[in-house]
């Protein structure tokens, strides 16, 4: 930061006594602590704590809903033998495969931005304005853009490439690949704002040293300005991480609710469906505790990878 | 700068311009390759706009614009009411989390007490739940409590998948405060509760405006939790109303377009008002 130069009138003053008045302050500050973080507590406790806990309880059971009956932990044995869950799972990692495509391409934007071209601030706003709109609308866009004779498959035939042009949605594959890309699309607004902010926090002085030793735009790009921002690509990463595990719920309900067959059900998708579709709420909440597991360790892994940097 | 020495950043020249592209040349095509990315950024804007003000036969046959489209919406989405019951269950949300998320925060920032770290890493570590996780002992427990048929099982669910993340905002929001402003309201004979709703909670506006903006663009664009936790169709959200109707399969196109434009409007009209807190909430988890 730039702000030595500026005397801080706060941290230029001597230090204070540490804890002058403690005993004055402390009287009564203990309770009026835990009566003012109650309501939060008690809040999340009640809708999300103990859902958790039923949801571990139910998991090993047959449930309707109403009346569960005890399964046991060979719930989980006999689900992952079961086609399915095991095509569901394959879809998620499947999914995974847009991420590098979802950092890449705003990374290459913000990195355009930020020389301020002409009108940037318009430009950064206009990419990050889909950020607003639901996936709901997304997803009803996406699907005419990707039908039989959507634009996509116009534009294909346009260019010359009409051996390519296919009713996307209605293959497994090619639906799968569909949802991977408007995935993508819609995480460039977020990301790119993440590497903005990341940029805006780098020294300038560093990226023109390199242009001063000779390196050019890209060199400079690949081996100043991404090196710097390592903090913030992990943070994107893990946002679209997380965003491909548990956001493309309504996209996926609208755009292709989950088919054709099993073509796009993702684990979160698969939740819904076992629970509120087939009515299965005892492997539903099942599949909802394997989501959690694998959300737990992605988030676990990421705290201990931010601890080992510091 | 009224430093003695000059720094670096007192020197002229091009040290702290940022990157500028000086061959003509090369700016132009940069600038064009701004309108290419602008083009596939807000194609859906376009499609929405262009596909509501064609008829359904002109949009699937070719033909001219006409107004036809948003003339039937009306008989197809009950978009008033339901723009009525997205700004009702988004507000009551909100207004939750903020009264939870800003007196947790100001408590856990600045009115420690024995064990408070504990409940303080409890509420957080509730971050990590996906929602998909609760949805289905929550859905079985709200209908036990029978609060399905009215916002009140919605607006629960809401605000509680919104608290840790706000209340974690906040503590950070609050840390930052120095101690000296709240020893001068207890000299001032103020009480705590008094110390944070007349100096703490006036100073934290643009924290509570990050939290605003990023729960109302969320709560606004929800299917999941309308889908099964408002039952009544005339309680229903307009992102839940064109959900259901997308989901149909048999409405007509440019009607859904045009409800699409209607529910979008408002996520809009926030975000371009609050885009700098949007800005600031997302990178928030960074940490600095």
Redesign the interface.
């Known amino acids: 930061m730039?702000t030595q130069?500026?005397p801080n009138p706060?941290t230029d003053l001597p230090p204070?006594p540490t804890r002058?008045?403690r005993t004055?302050?402390h009287r009564?500050?203990?309770?009026?602590?835990?009566a003012?973080?109650a309501?939060?507590?008690v809040?999340?406790?009640?809708?999300?704590?103990?859902?958790?806990l039923?949801?571990f309880y139910?998991s090993m059971t047959q449930w309707d809903?109403i009346t569960a009956t005890w399964v046991g932990p060979s719930a989980y044995t006999h689900e992952f033998h079961d086609p399915a869950f095991r095509r569901v799972l394959q879809n998620n990692a499947l999914l995974l495969l847009a991420i590098p495509l979802a950092l890449v391409i705003p990374l290459g934007?913000a990195f355009?931005?930020?020389?301020?071209?002409?009108?940037?601030r318009i430009?950064r706003?206009?990419?990050?304005?889909?950020?607003?709109?639901?996936?709901?609308?997304?997803?009803?866009?996406a699907?005419?853009?990707f039908a039989a004779h959507g634009?996509l498959n116009s534009m294909l035939s346009a260019v010359g490439l009409g051996f390519l042009s296919t009713d996307f949605l209605s293959g497994e594959r090619t639906a799968l690949l569909a949802v991977a890309l408007t995935f993508a699309?819609s995480m460039?607004?977020?990301n790119m704002?993440?590497f903005l902010?990341g940029m805006a926090t780098l020294d300038?002085?560093l990226?023109?040293a390199a242009r001063v030793d000779g390196a050019g735009g890209w060199q400079t790009f690949r081996r100043v300005t991404v090196p710097q921002l390592k903090?913030?690509i992990q943070?994107a990463l893990m946002?679209t991480l997380i965003s491909a595990?548990?956001a493309l719920?309504?996209l996926i309900?609208?755009m292709t609710?989950g088919g054709p067959g099993y073509g796009t059900t993702t684990?979160?998708f698969f939740?819904?469906q076992t629970?509120?579709a087939v009515g299965q709420?005892g492997t539903?909440?099942m599949?909802?505790?394997i989501?959690?597991v694998i959300?737990?360790t992605v988030?676990i892994v990421q705290i201990v990878l931010?601890r080992t940097k510091e | 700068m009224s430093g003695v020495l000059p720094t670096l950043d007192d020197l002229p020249g091009p040290v702290t311009e940022p990157r500028k592209i000086r061959r003509p040349f090369a700016g132009s095509a940069l600038f064009i390759a701004m309108i290419v990315i602008g083009v596939v950024m807000l194609y859906p804007f376009y499609f929405m706009i262009d596909t509501s003000l064609r008829s359904e036969s002109s949009f699937l046959n070719g033909g001219g614009h006409s107004l036809d489209s948003w003339r039937a919406l009306d008989s197809t989405l009950p978009w008033g009411q339901q723009l009525i019951n997205s700004t009702i269950v988004c507000l009551l949300s909100i207004g939750i989390i903020l009264v939870c998320s800003s007196m947790a925060g100001f408590a856990f920032a600045k009115l420690r007490y024995p064990g408070a770290s504990g409940v303080f890493v409890a509420i957080i570590a509730a971050i990590l739940i996906p929602v998909q996780s609760i949805v289905i002992p929550a859905y079985v427990d709200i209908a036990h409590w029978h609060l399905l048929t009215s916002y009140t099982g919605a607006v629960l669910m809401y605000s509680a998948i919104g608290t840790p993340f706000a209340t974690f905002l906040m503590t950070v929001y609050y840390r930052s405060l120095p101690d000296e402003v709240l020893e001068a309201g207890v000299i001032d004979g103020l009480s705590y509760p008094m110390i944070f709703l007349r100096i703490a909670l006036p100073m934290s506006v643009p924290a509570l405006a990050t939290i605003f903006v990023l729960q109302f663009i969320q709560i606004w664009d929800d299917l999941l939790i309308g889908l099964l936790f408002l039952q009544n169709t005339s309680e229903r959200t307009i992102t839940v109303g064109l959900g259901a109707l997308a989901a149909g399969r048999t409405t007509d196109i440019p009607v859904l377009m045009a409800g699409s434009l209607v529910s979008a409007l408002p996520a809009i009209v926030v975000f371009l008002i609050f885009q700098r807190f949007l800005v600031n909430g997302l990178t928030a988890g960074i940490g600095r």
């Not at chain 1, 009564?28 to 835990?34: D, E, K, M």
């Not at chain 1, 009640?46 to 958790?52: H, N």
């Not at chain 1, 355009?112 to 940037?120: I, M």
């Open positions: 730039t130069a500026t706060r204070a002058p008045r004055r302050l009564g500050r203990s309770w009026v602590g835990l003012m973080t309501p939060a507590f809040l999340v406790a009640v809708i999300l704590g103990w859902p958790m039923q949801a139910y809903g934007i355009l931005l930020d020389t301020h071209v002409f009108g940037w430009f706003s206009a990419y990050f304005l889909p950020t607003a709109i639901s996936w709901v609308v997304i997803g009803m866009v699907e005419r853009f634009q699309w460039i607004g977020t704002i993440i902010t300038p002085h990226a023109e903090r913030f943070f946002m595990f548990t719920f309504s309900f609208v609710s684990l979160e939740v819904y629970a509120f709420f539903g909440a599949l909802g505790v989501l959690f959300m737990a988030g931010l």
